[in-house]
């Protein structure tokens, strides 16, 4: 027989589940006591309405309710119908409440009335007899809050009248109780997002971009992605999520962050200033030059923009003509008798020759050597020479010489190239002369 039951129709987010159904009666024998009834003069099964039940999940599949139901015992004899009633408290137990069919049991205790000839049905004064039962029945799911059961129960009425009969019940029920903060049908019970509202199945968790990842698992919840991306979009096709993707319009490699690299020196195209010349990062991803085609590279030419040999760095050396040139009176610079000031063109256009091959061999390095007469006393002299270098190195630098390049040494009346008895090898030896290494 069909059959209801409260607590199949229950799940675990509606707590409280209200039935509504018409209920079958069949005596199994003769009822007896001071209003017997024959099972031969009532029909073998009779039906009746209504039958109704509230019960109240309290513990996993446990529930206590109560219910109560009406019927009229048709007579097939000479005899009245007997009018039917009964309220009971029972206890339910069901098994696999969420899904779609769920069997259940219940047991109970309650007062049932045989009213024969009474139009007053149930009354606990008269014709009414304490009752225990048991039953088995099925819930069938047909929503989130509706369902439909049927249940079949074994009842044994303890006094006036004696006996025993089937019930069975058939109909559809309502639950409720559950709280659904967020609106989203999710009851919170089971909503792992409570107060936003999602779907269902992703347990009342909402996904923002559509790509069946839930926002609280999805690294990127606003733009669709993938379950391999944790939810990020991979837009260059490279295996990398766009959120962990320098470059996530190019498709490169994991080494170089998603970013690609051409030329394959190690350096992403985007930091790469020749992506497409392989290049050590020391020089930007490019490769080193020969600005002066000398040989040696630029990174380790001393003079980049200037040919030299290996043995002097990439520097151009000064050749042996010239500096048997510096040794020429034409590459000297002359001085008055006790004076260290230049002032004659012949002199200026020295230093000029001098400052041009310090440019053009950029790194020599020049001694200025400092020259007096045997006028005056020796000790005069040595100061006097010295004040000679001193003052052809000021006047370079003036000119943008590198003073650091310049070094000074005075000679006093020493080492002269004249005959210091004749005034004219005085004049000559009253000088600063000039001497560069090889470099």
Partial sequence: M???????????????????????????????????????????????????????????GLSLGAQISFNSLKSESSSSDAKF???????????????????????????????????????????????????????????????????????STQDAPKGNYFQHVFGVALKFGGVDTDGDGVYDKSDECPDIPGLEEFAGCPDSDGDGIAD????????????????????????????????PEQAGSVEMSGCPDSDGDGINDKDDSCPDEAGPIENKGCPWGDMDGDGILDKDDACPSKSGPGSNNGCPEI??????????????????????????????????????????????????????????SKVYNQKLSEARAASVKEALTALGADGLRISTVGYGEDKPIGDNNRAAGRKMNRRVQFSFGKN
């Fill in 216 to 247: 609280k698992i999805d690294a990127c919840p606003d733009k669709a992605g993938t379950v391999e991306m944790n939810g990020c979009p991979d837009s260059d096709g490279d295996g990398i999520s766009d959120l962990e993707d320098a470059c």
């Fill in 85 to 155: 009633s009964t309220i009971e408290g029972a206890v339910k137990y069901g098994f696999a409440r969420d899904s779609k069919v769920s069997p259940f049991l219940k047991a109970g205790f309650g007062r049932t009335s045989f009213g024969i000839g009474s139009e007053n049905g149930f009354n606990a004064a008269i014709n009414a007899t304490d009752t225990y039962f048991g039953g088995v029945g099925l819930s069938f799911k047909l929503g989130d809050r509706f369902g439909a059961f049927l249940e079949t129960s074994y009842r």
């Fill in 319 to 376: 050749s042996e003509e010239i500096i048997s040139e510096l040794l020429t009176e034409g590459s000297m610079v002359r001085f008055m008798a006790s004076s260290s000031v230049i002032n004659t063109e012949e002199s200026k256009e020295v230093l000029n020759k001098i400052k041009m091959i310090l440019e053009s061999y950029p790194k020599s390095e020049i001694v200025i050597e400092g020259y007096a007469s045997s006028d005056g």
């Fill in 2 to 60: 069909l059959s209801f039951t409260s607590i199949n129709a229950q799940d675990t987010s509606n707590p409280w589940l209200v039935s509504v159904g018409f209920n079958a009666v069949g005596l199994q024998g003769d009822l007896t006591g001071s209003t017997p009834l024959s099972e031969s003069d009532y029909k073998s099964m009779s039906f009746g309405v209504p039958s109704l039940s509230v019960f109240r999940s309290i513990y996993g």
